[in-house]
């Protein structure tokens, strides 16, 4: 595994680059800050390699307000709580409203803007690495010293699988997610390449974007992908502003490793399975990017330049109490699994 140096923050923090290498020639490349996937080389079916992640050049680009969480672990709790408020056990806490009238991603104090530390692990199958970090007690304006760990591993099998753990000394919420946006092919859109996802019901949202707490068949709708479907079939139906798809698809069986979706380009080859332990996956379609992003290789992000499969619990879990939990207790260890897994058709 090769390391080397990403940038620097401002207060002279180095973040460091770490390179994984399978035997197939695929690679990944992870960085401390936000313990961020900045690169995924992948081969399309004549074996040549492409990356298939968005992102950019250097360190600086992923520390602007502007950067969309590209490649990110994000938490301690992914997606929105309404209007930054919440409370355990009779206790009230607040968030900061960094997406009006709503948290998004945890705010700008949350883990997939701080430097973690990095081990590189030296196992049997492919290459990995342990990011670790700890978000201090009230800091974002959650409750407890939260421990939080994720480990990426490219396999032989060009599989990208990450494993996450938490533990905390006060209760507290965790929902990680992984935030890489994925083009499996060279044109500047996605909504050619092909989806399936494993979930035939998902969770209706209002205008801010928050789970109306329904959950709701698919079927009939622009949302159905229960048959392998073009992306960008149905998508100008996904009216809001912008439009796209931003939504939480339920997949149950929490704890339990299963197929969440998988996505397919026709003219590279590339296909990308998600599989996880997590209950939901957010499919998002890239509806903020505009043209006002320029990211690697000097290439410009538009509108739909790339989708996302977050798995996760359901955006804003705390307020529905029908939705599985994401109430995390001091003696307890949240653990999960996704596995972004690349064959060639
Ligand atoms: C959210 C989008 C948001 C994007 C970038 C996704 O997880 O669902 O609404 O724009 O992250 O922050």
Not at 67 to 88: E, H, L, Q
Not at 253 to 263: F, N, Q, S, V
Not at 288 to 304: A, P
Not at 318 to 323: C, G, K, L, Q, R
């Amino acid at each position: 595994m090769e390391s080397s140096q990403f940038g620097t923050l401002e207060d002279g923090t180095k973040v460091e680059a770490f390179t994984l290498k399978n035997t197939r020639g695929a690679s990944a490349k992870v960085i401390t800050y936000g313990a961020t996937l900045t690169e995924l080389w992948m081969p399309d079916r004549t074996g040549k390699l492409g990356d298939v992640v968005l992102g950019f050049d250097n360190l600086q680009g992923y520390l602007e307000k502007s950067n969309p969480y590209f490649g990110a672990t994000v938490g301690r709790v992914a997606n929105r709580i309404a209007k930054g408020k919440f409370s355990i056990d009779g206790k009230e806490y607040s968030l900061e409203i960094n997406n009006p009238p709503n948290n998004l991603h945890s705010g700008p104090k949350g883990i997939a803007h701080a430097v973690w530390k990095a081990e590189p692990l030296h196992e049997a199958d492919g290459a990995a690495v342990r990011f670790s970090i700890v978000s201090p007690d009230a800091k974002e304006g959650y409750p407890g010293n939260l421990s939080v760990s994720v480990t990426y591993r490219l396999t032989n099998n060009n599989e990208l699988k990450l494993e996450y753990t938490a533990t905390t000394d006060q209760p507290t919420l965790v929902n990680l997610t992984h935030h890489s946006y994925f083009n499996l092919g060279s044109s500047s859109d996605i909504l050619g390449e092909v989806l399936y996802i494993a979930g035939d019901s998902y969770t209706p949202v209002d205008s801010t974007l928050i789970p109306t707490g329904e959950i709701q068949s698919v079927k009939g709708t622009p949302l159905d992908f229960t048959h392998p479907t073009a992306i960008g079939a149905h998508i100008a139906e996904m009216k809001g502003n912008p439009g796209g798809y931003d939504h939480n698809f339920v997949l149950g069986g929490t704890g339990k490793l299963k197929l969440a979706a998988r996505a397919s380009d026709a003219t590279s080859g590339r296909q990308l399975e998600v599989w996880t332990t997590e209950p939901g996956v957010q499919f998002y379609t890239g509806n903020f990017l505009d043209g006002t992003l320029r990211g690697k290789r000097g290439v410009v992000y538009g509108q739909h330049a790339a989708f996302c499969l977050e798995t996760q619990h359901y955006p804003d879990s705390v307020h529905h109490p029908n939705f599985p939990s994401v109430i995390l207790r001091p003696g307890e260890t949240f653990h999960s699994e996704t596995i972004y897994k690349f064959s060639t058709q």
